[in-house]
Structure formats: C-alpha cells, structure tokens
C-alpha cells in the first residue's frame, strides 16, 4: 500500500507541475512565435532557429544593451530582419548575464495584427494595464497583459500613422 500512495503522490505531483509550468500555446503567428523564442531557445541555437523562420540570418546584429530594473548589468541583443509584403519586421531578443533570455520583441507591419494579438490575450484570460510615457514630446501607450502566477508579461503598442506593431514578451517592468 505505502507503494501504491507514493506512486499515486509522484503522478499527481508531476501532472500538476506539467500544467502549472507549461508553455502556453498560441492561434496567432507572432504570439506563438515570440512564446516560442522565449522558451524553447537558446543563444546557441537562435541563428539555426530564426534561419527555419525564415528571418534573414547573414546580417545578425549583436549589441551590447543596459536595460534598468532588471538585476543583470550588461545584456546582448540579437536582431533578426525579415522582409513582409516589402516593408522590414524585425525580432529582437535581449539575453542577460545568465545567458537566458530576459525578453523577445517583434517589430512588424500592419498595426491591425495588434487589435487580433491583443483578442487572443484576452480570450486567454490575460488582464490589459495601459502604461503611458513621452517620447520626444508624444505620448506613447503600451498595454502590458499578465496573468495571474505568471512572472512573464506582454506588451503590445501600434502605430497607425506608419502602420505598424509592436509586440514583446518576457520580464516585463
């Protein structure tokens, strides 16, 4: 009988963890392709990745980048391109000291992609806070999305006077 419970407590335990710790899955491209990056990548397979995705690997810009708020002092930004319906998308992905990615952003085309990224955050029970700041005199909206037990966040802004989009994910200040 003592087998038997300590069994039962093993799978019970590891079901739990399975659905508290999984990735989450995705309808819409870019959500599921940032997701993605995030969790199943590395600095040492990114190139190989992006290069399956189709993004444009020959010209690859690594810089070094200070991001406040984050414990970590230096941090290494990889930037991809790809080119849609002729206008440029780019990913960026910021790793930290610890090698593991602190944060994904994808820049890309069409602003109308936001409104249908920002549907499905909902739909998956995500909560929208809008976060405001000035940039050379303009104000600019981002709306940060969390969910409850989730230490990671989304950020989406548009743009409709160059019709464009933006989306990240990851520690999200």
Known sequence: MKIQSKLFLAISFLLITTFSFSQEKFENEKLALVNDIFHNTTRENIVSYMENKHFDTDKVEKTEYLKSGVEIEEELVFSFYLENEGELEKIEIL????????????????????????????????????????????????????????KNSFRTYFSNSNNTGELTYGIIE
């Open 95 to 150: 790793y930290g000291k610890n090698k593991k990615i602190v944060e994904v952003t994808y820049d890309f085309y069409g602003a109308a992609n936001t409104s249908l990224i920002e549907k499905e955050l909902k739909d998956k029970k995500y909560k929208s806070k809008i976060d405001n700041f000035e940039i050379l005199g303009s104000t600019v909206t981002h709306y940060i999305w969390r969910k409850s037990r989730n």
